[in-house]
């Protein structure tokens, strides 16, 4: 994100605290409820170039976010208890329910330990091939070698790409068009594109695996607590939009067996990887409705409103964002207002 849209963010966030609108009209423009989307939660990192800070808060912060929550009276629910309450319009009590995508372990590490201490039910989208190691956390790879560097050279789709990354602008470019390109890649594509990176930058991508990513051990535990459940993100952590309904099919159909059979129980949730317009369409909508599913999110921002009992499989989530960890931030997401536009 430019130094320029944080700035005017920022501003509008400060502007709602001052002017208490989302107190004021959170009720009437907020909806039944709201589905909460995190990414990693770990302590704040003190280097200078961070393009994946959007996907990162801290403990502290998530601490802070649950009380405030609970002084703004709201219910902290499950999954399924959220989908019980749409499809049976029970709406007497406004509703939030916590998710965390991909599955870092950081997930088990810093943030399971306080869901514990709020005793608040959350749910973790799993990529199953993060946790086997055989698919790579790209974005994460190309930040650190986009941090290092003063040129990136990147083999990709049979072609090599150089980007000057000399400057924080440089950096902040290079990392953007990069990250582009590797989302329109085909799975075999991103594993050879991922592989070479690591090698041509002298990264062990084992190990590298191993220190992001959950083990199935911490997901057993995490499904073991009546708190928490592990649900569905797919095997490879592709665009659905790029992939054949066969192979969307069979891909959710490989990741749900390998979660039922390393944890135990079959999920019973999915979240569609990246999330936005450009990764799901109507088409991915209606495949994975015709699956076992019970519901389906996605990164559209919104909350939730009585009608998206006709769409469960489509629903919208809030994020938690790096850059903005405060309460004002969270009182403005949670009272609908920026989302007014688009729920007219």
């Known amino acids: 994100m430019s130094a320029t849209k944080l700035r005017l963010k920022s501003a509008i966030v400060e502007t709602a605290r001052l002017s208490r609108l989302p107190q004021l009209f959170g009720a009437s423009f907020g909806g039944v409820g709201a589905i909460i989307a995190m ?40 999954l399924d208890e959220a989908q019980r309450r749409l499809k049976e319009r029970d709406f007497e009590r406004r ?5 965390l995508d991909d599955g870092y372990a950081d997930n088990y590490l810093e943030a399971y330990p306080v869901f514990k201490a709020h005793q608040a039910p959350f749910s973790i989208y799993l990529t199953t091939g993060f946790l086997d190691h055989t698919c790579y956390f790209w974005w994460m790879l190309l930040e650190e070698v986009v941090r290092a560097n003063s040129e990136v050279t990147l083999r990709i789709a049979n072609r ?12 902040a470019k290079a990392f953007e068009a990069l990250r582009w390109q590797f989302r329109a890649l085909s799975a075999e594509a991103v594993e050879t594109a991922s592989q070479d990176l690591c090698a041509d930058y002298s990264i062990d991508p084992a190990a590298f695996s ?6 199935w051990e911490m997901a057993a535990e995490i499904t073991a ?14 665009a659905l939009s790029l992939q054949s309904p066969e192979d969307i099919k069979a891909e959710l159909a490989r990741s749900s067996a390998r979660i039922a059979d390393k944890v135990g129980r079959v999920p019973r949730h999915f979240a569609f990887p990246f999330g936005d317009a450009d990764a799901v369409t109507r088409r991915e909508v ?6 076992p599913l019970s519901t389906a999110t996605t990164t559209r921002a919104g909350t939730l409103r009585a009608n998206h009992v006709d769409d469960l499989h489509a629903l919208p989530r809030i994020m938690l964002n790096g850059h903005y960890q405060s309460e004002s931030y969270v009182d403005l997401t949670l009272s609908g207002l920026p ?5 007219s």
């Not at 989302?339 to 729920?343: E, I, R, V």
Request: charged share 25%.
């Open 39 to 78: 990414h990693r939660v770990r302590a704040a990192s003190d280097q200078v170039f961070q393009p994946n800070k959007t996907l990162e808060v801290t403990p502290a912060f998530l601490d802070r976010t649950l009380t405030h929550i609970h002084k703004l009276d709201l219910d902290i629910v499950s």
């Open 286 to 291: 209606d495949i994975v409705a015709d699956l």
């Open 339 to 343: 989302y007014l536009l688009s729920h």
């Open 160 to 171: 090599t790409v150089r980007k000057p990354t000399r400057t924080l602008k440089e950096k």
């Open 225 to 238: 607590d009546a708190l928490g459940s592990v649900e569905l993100h797919t095997e490879r952590h592709l």
């Open 95 to 99: 509703f939030v329910c916590l998710t």
């Open 210 to 215: 191993a220190d992001h990513a959950m083990t």
